[in-house]
């Protein structure tokens, strides 16, 4: 079946209060982080889980919707911690910065937000950009101040002036990105919860059509601008496996990046879809 979830508009305003109650929340947590840099702080990212997830029984009792076994919601968001501990660091490392903002891209039609934070950290992120490779500089300089030289370049450089003209990039303020990624991911939380029991809580595999030929795709979750490599061959189609969610996807031929620009469910009797600009 091709790629959808009927979100209905309780779903939609369940993830637009979540972004708009929880994203300050999200940025006080970040002063942990800002304290222990050496390494990413779990602690402060369980703590949001658990009001996020808070937010999500109140709104299922609210409509209805039967109680969950205990810890089973927990179980099924447990892949998206890393995330929110990621966004912890790159939310404090743009404050390092100076950027008065954070590095997001513009998302496409059908997304829950306008901007999806870019995790500068990720090699995948730096080859789409250009700049940094990590052979280069690892060495020579500590990381983060590496990757503030880095996003200070890329955020004070002319308009459109990125190697990669398609990407939609720029800097966004803080707490507009921070809303953006929190209201998408708590609708990533409501569907992880809603289809756990019958995906199993692992993946599945999921095929991806194309229009055009010999491209290399790269897929990312909706909140989270952190590509990887899908599938083992060249457009179309090509397969690969996707834990339940809704994704993004771009895709490479002769060192020239194109994204898609839609949004993909990937899911229980969602196994297929067919992208709009590739």
Avoid: C
Avoid at 103 to 119: E, K, N
Avoid at 160 to 183: K, Y
């Amino acid at each position: 079946m091709d790629s959808t979830e009927e979100r209905s508009p309780a779903d939609v305003a369940f993830a637009a209060r979540a972004g708009e109650t929880l994203s300050d929340a999200l940025l006080d947590r970040r002063g942990w982080l800002e304290a222990f840099r050496a390494e990413p702080v779990r602690l402060p990212a369980e703590q949001f889980i658990g009001e996020l997830l808070l937010e999500l029984r109140r709104d299922r009792a609210q409509r209805g919707q039967p109680t969950l076994p205990r810890g089973l919601d927990r179980e099924a968001v447990a892949p998206l911690t890393k995330p929110v501990e990621d966004v912890l660091r790159v939310l404090a490392l743009s404050r390092d910065a100076g950027l008065h903002g954070v590095i997001a891209m513009s998302t496409g039609a059908g997304a829950l937000a306008p901007w999806v934070v870019v995790d500068v950290y990720s090699t995948q992120v730096r080859r789409s950009l250009g700049g940094l490779v990590p052979g280069e500089w690892l060495e020579r300089r500590p990381p983060d101040r590496a990757l503030t030289e880095w996003m200070r370049d890329l955020a004070e450089g002319p308009g459109g002036s990125l190697p990669q003209p398609n990407l939609r990039v720029q800097v966004v303020d803080e707490r507009e990105a921070t809303r953006g990624f929190v209201t998408q991911i708590a609708d990533s939380f409501r569907t992880a919860v809603r289809y756990f029991t019958s995906s199993g809580g692992g993946g599945q595999r999921f095929t991806v059509h194309t229009r055009q030929h010999q491209f290399q795709l790269e897929s990312y979750p909706q909140y989270w601008y952190s590509p990887v490599v899908f599938g083992a061959t060249l457009t179309s189609p090509v397969d690969g496996m996707l834990a339940t969610g809704h994704y993004h996807f771009q895709g490479w031929q002769n060192g020239t990046v194109v994204t898609d620009g839609g949004v993909y469910f990937a899911g229980p009797g969602s196994t297929a879809a067919t992208l709009r600009n590739i």
